[in-house]
C-alpha cells in the first residue's frame, strides 16, 4: 500500500504564493504520471496539472497555465506544485495523485484558501 501526504496548504493573500507537496512512502519512479486535482464543496475534483514519470511532460487545466508549476524530485519521492499569482478561485482542497500500471492513489488533501 502506498501512502501520499500533501502539506503546503493554508491561507494566503490574492497574488500570493504556497508550494504544495506530495510525498510518497515509496519510489515515485514507478508511477508512470503523478498529478494535483482539486476540489470544491459541490463539485467534481478537477485536474490541476500532472507530470509523467521522466518529467519532461507536464500538462495544465487553462485556469493555471502560466501561474502554476508542477515538479518531481525521483530522490526525494516528492512531487511539488508551486503556484503563483494566486486567486480567490482557486480556493479548493488539493489532492495528491498517482498512477500505477495497477492502481491509483489519492493523498488526504490539503486546504488552499486564497482570501480577497
Known amino acids: 500500500q502506498v501512502q501520499l501526504v500533501e502539506s503546503g496548504g493554508g491561507l494566503v493573500q490574492v497574488g500570493g504564493s504556497l508550494r504544495l507537496s506530495c510525498a510518497a512512502s515509496?519510489?515515485?519512479?514507478?508511477?508512470?504520471?503523478m498529478g494535483w486535482y482539486r476540489q470544491v464543496p459541490g463539485k467534481q475534483r478537477e485536474l490541476v496539472a500532472f507530470i509523467a514519470s521522466g518529467g519532461d511532460t507536464t500538462n495544465y487545466v487553462d485556469a493555471v497555465r502560466g501561474r502554476f508549476t508542477i515538479s518531481r524530485d525521483n530522490a526525494k519521492n516528492t512531487v511539488y506544485l508551486q503556484m503563483n499569482s494566486l486567486k480567490p478561485e482557486d480556493t479548493a482542497v488539493y489532492y495528491c495523485n498517482a498512477k500505477s500500471t495497477m492502481n491509483v492513489y489519492w493523498g488526504q488533501g490539503t486546504q488552499v484558501t486564497v482570501s480577497s
Open positions: 515509496r519510489s515515485i519512479s514507478s508511477f508512470y504520471v
